[in-house]
């Protein structure tokens, strides 16, 4: 009983997410660069290797804690302005 509840839960919370397709609506040159880094992922890895595509996708669009962790951080001397 506990597992079917479990189950029903997680169904309504994955029901209530933004689809991909709305997300992307929202601005079209975000939706330009994932199709670029979808392309780039197709011609990378083969459809075998969904799990590796995503990642490369997730990386691309600067997604993953490795992307952030590499952006490089603004620097300012300070003077100036």
Known sequence: MK???ALALATAV???GVSAEAA???D???AQREASCKAQAAKKYSAVHFMKRRDFVNQCM???ETA???KPKPTTT????
Do not use: H, V
């Open 3 to 5: 597992i079917l509840t």
């Open 14 to 16: 994955l029901a209530t």
């Open 24 to 26: 992307t609506k929202k």
């Open 28 to 30: 079209p040159a975000m």
């Open 62 to 64: 600067g997604r993953s």
């Open 68 to 70: 952030k962790a590499m």
């Open 78 to 81: 300070g003077k100036g302005q």
